[in-house]
């Protein structure tokens, strides 16, 4: 359908660049296609910085621009490094607690995604890419749709899919919704803890497995064979009916790991941090001037500062569905600083993100000369709740 490009920006930024593979065989089917995942990427991207939505949007593959000409268009995204999740794990298979969290970071993910109005319909293995960076990230939106939406007439919601063994049924038919998405996720699952492909125990998609999960490989729970048996099944009125359903049945597991969120502590004051961000700064009520300057939630830390060293939006913390966290200083005057284990304090540069590590000392208002106005501890737990 296309040619990718690893390509360098004019900023030396390295970068994806996709384009239709012209060649007279269905032209017109592979430039709408391109225009469409253009479309909905672009879409994701701002919908997400705006709303802030970091949980997607670290496991999204993350757009950066197109030329949208009616006769060559290009796609530009992000370059990740890392390899796809069907070499990683292939005949691998993962434990049931690793590979149950995996999933609810891609079911999260899909939920926010199918919440625009998006369904991807092409997830498996293969379109996991697993990045050093930002762990699982989905990515090949060739084939997604805008539910609700005339868009791709002739390619979009009439278009025949059929990856074997991670295509829902109907795919193959012409027709979708979202709980196509939860048909792949349930083989992705199946894949993750047996380190096979579905396909190899179906006769088609049709007929469902010929023999449960939990025969393949007998590790397996009772539970999440079923959990699989039923997001695969041939009927999606027989499926779970959302992202939300599957994941509360995978978070009922005895073997889905429930461990501590990540947290701060501040002030005698513990501040459990769930998959997004937080805003730390001085006490105030947010008014127009904040929203001016961005922030366009309310300051989630609040600190008690009369002297006013610490700005009312001084510092940011990052959190992934994984639990890797990160701060950033929001460009303050009195800036922000890290004390790694056996280092000395780091200052950071505005706008960029440090990683943080279990017992991390962060200082607010730093100077080298004075050191820190404040100081407080953060406690990486062992990431985040099923939610």
């Given at each position: 359908?296309?040619?990718?490009?690893?390509?360098?920006s004019?900023?030396?930024?390295?970068?994806?660049?996709?384009?239709p593979?012209?060649?007279?065989?269905?032209?017109?089917?592979?430039?709408e296609?391109?225009?469409?995942?253009?479309?909905?990427?672009?879409?994701?991207?701002?919908?997400?910085?705006?709303?802030?939505?970091?949980?997607?949007?670290?496991?999204?593959?993350?757009?950066?621009?197109?030329?949208?000409?009616?006769?060559?268009?290009?796609?530009v995204?992000?370059?990740?490094?890392?390899?796809?999740?069907?070499?990683?794990?292939?005949?691998?298979?993962?434990?049931?607690?690793?590979?149950?969290?995996?999933?609810?970071?891609?079911?999260?993910?899909?939920?926010?995604?199918?919440?625009?109005?998006?369904?991807?319909?092409?997830?498996?293995?293969?379109?996991?890419?697993?990045?050093?960076?930002?762990?699982?990230?989905?990515?090949?939106?060739?084939?997604?749709?805008?539910?609700?939406?005339?868009?791709?007439?002739?390619?979009?919601?009439?278009?025949?899919?059929?990856?074997?063994?991670?295509?829902?049924?109907?795919?193959?038919?012409?027709?979708?919704?979202?709980?196509?998405?939860?048909?792949?996720?349930?083989?992705?699952?199946?894949?993750?803890?047996?380190?096979?492909?579905?396909?190899?125990?179906?006769h088609?998609?049709?007929?469902g497995?010929?023999?449960?999960?939990?025969?393949?490989?007998?590790?397996?729970?009772?539970?999440?064979?079923?959990?699989?048996?039923?997001?695969?099944?041939?009927?999606?009125?027989?499926?779970?009916?959302?992202?939300?359903?599957?994941?509360?049945?995978?978070?009922?597991?005895?073997?889905?790991?429930?461990?501590?969120?990540?947290?701060?502590?501040?002030?005698?004051?513990?501040?459990?941090?769930?998959?997004?961000?937080?805003?730390?700064?001085?006490?105030?009520?947010?008014?127009?001037?904040?929203?001016?300057?961005?922030?366009?939630?309310?300051?989630q830390?609040?600190?008690?500062?009369?002297?006013?060293?610490?700005?009312?939006?001084?510092?940011?913390?990052?959190?992934?569905?994984?639990?890797?966290c990160?701060?950033?200083?929001?460009?303050?005057?009195?800036?922000?600083?890290?004390?790694?284990?056996?280092?000395?304090?780091?200052?950071?540069?505005?706008?960029?993100?440090?990683?943080?590590?279990?017992?991390?000392?962060?200082?607010?208002?730093?100077?080298?000369?004075?050191?820190?106005?404040?100081?407080?501890?953060?406690?990486?737990?062992?990431?985040?709740?099923?939610?």
């Open positions: 359908m296309g040619i990718v490009w690893d390509a360098q004019s900023v030396g930024r390295r970068v994806v660049v996709k384009s593979l012209l060649n007279n065989d269905h032209d017109a089917i592979k430039i296609r391109l225009l469409i995942e253009a479309s909905v990427l672009r879409r994701l991207n701002d919908e997400l910085l705006v709303g802030n939505d970091e949980l997607v949007h670290a496991h999204v593959v993350r757009y950066i621009d197109q030329l949208a000409h009616p006769s060559y268009p290009f796609l995204t992000e370059y990740l490094s890392g390899e796809p999740m069907n070499e990683v794990y292939a005949r691998k298979p993962m434990s049931e607690s690793d590979a149950t969290g995996q999933i609810l970071v891609l079911l999260r993910t899909l939920g926010l995604i199918h919440s625009k109005g998006v369904v991807h319909r092409d997830v498996s293995p293969s379109n996991l890419l697993m990045s050093c960076e930002r762990g699982m990230v989905l990515i090949d939106f060739g084939t997604s749709i805008f539910l609700n939406s005339d868009l791709g007439s002739r390619s979009g919601h009439n278009t025949r899919i059929d990856k074997r063994g991670y295509s829902a049924p109907e795919l193959s038919q012409g027709w979708s919704d979202a709980r196509c998405d939860i048909f792949s996720v349930g083989a992705t699952l199946f894949f993750l803890l047996t380190g096979k492909s579905p396909a190899d125990y179906m088609n998609s049709a007929e497995l010929t023999k449960p999960p939990n025969e393949v490989n007998s590790k397996i729970s009772t539970a999440i064979s079923d959990v699989i048996q039923k997001a695969m099944s041939a009927d999606p009125e027989h499926r779970y009916q959302s992202t939300e359903e599957m994941i509360a049945a995978v978070s009922a597991n005895p073997n889905t790991k429930v461990v501590p969120l990540p947290s701060l502590a501040i002030g005698g004051v513990v501040y459990e941090l769930k998959p997004g961000f937080v805003d730390l700064g001085r006490a105030h009520a947010c008014d127009s001037e904040c929203k001016t300057h961005g922030f366009k939630k309310p300051l830390v609040r600190i008690e500062d009369p002297q006013k060293y610490i700005e009312k939006h001084h510092a940011r913390v990052w959190v992934t569905p994984s639990g890797e990160s701060i950033e200083d929001l460009n303050s005057v009195n800036r922000t600083a890290v004390k790694h284990s056996n280092s000395t304090f780091n200052v950071l540069k505005p706008s960029a993100r440090e990683p943080l590590r279990d017992k991390d000392v962060v200082g607010l208002a730093y100077t080298p000369n004075r050191g820190a106005y404040m100081t407080f501890v953060f406690n990486a737990g062992r990431g985040p709740k099923p939610q």
